[in-house]
């Protein structure tokens, strides 16, 4: 089964520090996607990725960067945690085609205070 | 931009009777995916249509395309209290050959016993 891990289910942080939320896959995916969900308001694209080291912005990248040093392994790094980002975060891979479905990870819950 | 609307946004119904929900998009579909995500969990692939009327069924769940694919729905049939969930539609987004993916913001079921 692919497994898409995500490093934290909670996370409490305060504004203005640096946050990282890292996702792990297991299945050799070239894609990887971070969302952010709020009610009413569905999943949103922040940024993905469809190799190492490349990326590319998603609908809402303000505020956002990204990594991907590795194939299984993306991360999504809030440089400067505002109380506006508080909200629920999606991992999701896939392999590189059209058709082809995507893979969400248990997400990451976080607040910033 | 390229969007894809989901109506409705909401719908409460009494275990045993049907629900629907539909997608539709600004834009002809090369094809279209259906995701499920339980209270507290992440989405979960369903289905995918990719065929101009294509109709599939899963069980109580049928799904379809519309001709000009640009429309999709969801069908369940006699609903269940394990059915309750937030159902969302997706289809490709730009550069929709390395599978990104545009998600409709999801129809929130609750299902009475």
């Known amino acids: 089964d692919v497994k898409v891990t995500q490093s934290s289910r909670y996370l409490v942080k305060r504004t203005g520090e640096k946050v990282f939320l890292e996702c792990v896959q297991d299945?050799?995916?070239?894609?990887m996607f971070w969302y952010r969900q709020d009610p009413g308001l569905g999943l949103r694209l922040i940024y993905f990725?469809?190799?190492?080291?490349?990326?590319e912005k998603g609908d809402i990248p303000e505020g956002y960067s990204v990594s991907r040093e590795k194939k299984e392994r993306f991360s999504l790094i809030l440089e400067s945690a505002s109380t506006n980002q508080t909200s629920m975060y999606l991992c999701?891979?896939?392999?590189?085609?059209?058709?082809?479905?995507?893979?969400f990870g248990p997400g990451t819950r976080l607040t910033v205070l | 931009g390229q969007q894809v609307m989901q109506i409705p946004q909401y719908q409460h119904v009494q275990e045993g009777e049907d629900f629907t929900t539909y997608c539709n998009s600004s834009?002809?579909?090369?094809?279209i995916q259906w995701y499920k995500q339980r209270p507290g969990g992440h989405p979960v692939f369903l289905i995918q249509?990719?065929?101009?009327?294509e109709v599939k069924k899963q069980k109580r769940l049928t799904f379809q395309f519309g001709e000009a694919k640009k429309n999709s729905s969801l069908h369940i049939t006699a609903t269940q209290t394990t059915d309750v969930g937030t159902y969302f539609c997706?289809?490709?987004?730009?550069?929709?050959?390395?599978?990104?993916?545009?998600f409709g913001k999801g129809t929130k079921l609750s299902v009475k016993p």
């Open positions: 999701a891979s896939s392999l590189v085609a059209e058709y082809n479905e995507q893979f």
């Open positions: 299945m050799d995916h070239e894609n």
């Open positions: 990725s469809y190799d190492v080291k490349m990326k």
């Open positions: 834009t002809t579909l090369s094809n």
């Open positions: 249509l990719v065929k101009s009327g």
């Open positions: 997706a289809g490709p987004g730009y550069g929709g050959s390395q599978g990104n993916l545009i």
